[in-house]
């Protein structure tokens, strides 16, 4: 299986899955290689078929690598998947296959279903991420808020000019922000630590 995000801005890599380590590294090769029946088959949005490996003259490293592992056929369906995300189960057969065959159809009926359950788990990851993303977030916020706030108290002053001070600080020790803030913090509380209540 080969997963990705669409879009040339998609940060994430590729990912893949196989149920056989040959399988595997041909689902590396393929998104190394960046086109294959699989990569075909999420552009196109249906069922791609390689009858016979020894008649195609697409893809001519990845249909090589292939036969060295010993198949003469590649059958990639598209998972359903939502949003950016796109995905495909490819299946390697060592006989030629026919399309219309019961094989194929039961198959496409497997890839259906497999996308709910693929589906379900990425929306899952994406809550997450989200989740993580904020507890970062709000951990940064809160840093920095009490720093400005030890800064006001020791130079009693406003909000914007402590904060200033430490946007100061950052910029002129080339440092992040946060780096700067939770100094400032450790050195008020006398602890390396900085505790915040978002923390796990």
């Known amino acids: 299986m080969l997963l990705r995000n669409r879009g040339a801005a998609a940060q994430k890599p590729a990912a893949c899955a196989s149920s056989h380590r040959s399988a595997q590294l041909l689902c590396q090769l393929e998104a190394t290689l960046g ?11 249906k069922t791609v078929l390689v009858s016979d490996l020894r008649r195609e003259d697409r893809w001519p490293e990845y249909v090589h690598a292939v036969q ?5 056929s590649v059958l990639s369906i598209p ?11 490819t299946f390697h057969c060592s006989q030629p296959l026919v399309f219309g065959s019961h094989g194929i159809g039961a198959a496409e009926a497997f ?6 359950g693929l ?3 990425l929306r899952m990851l994406k809550l997450e991420e989200t989740r993580d993303g904020m507890s970062a977030a709000m951990q940064t916020r809160t840093v920095i808020d009490l720093a400005t706030g030890a800064i006001m108290a020791q130079n009693r002053c406003s909000q914007a000019a402590a904060f200033k001070l430490l946007r100061d600080a ?3 020790r080339n440092m992040k ?3 700067v803030a939770a100094a400032v913090v450790a050195s008020v509380a006398g602890a390396a630590d900085t505790f915040t209540y978002f923390d796990e």
Do not use: C, H, N, W
């Open 35 to 45: 086109d294959g029946p699989g990569a075909t088959a999420m552009r196109a949005g």
């Open 68 to 72: 060295e592992q010993g198949f003469r």
């Open 79 to 89: 998972a359903l998947l939502e949003g950016d995300s796109q995905g495909v189960i």
């Open 111 to 116: 890839v259906r279903q497999a996308s709910k």
């Open 119 to 121: 589906t379900l788990a």
């Open 170 to 172: 950052s910029s002129t």
């Open 177 to 179: 922000l946060r780096d």
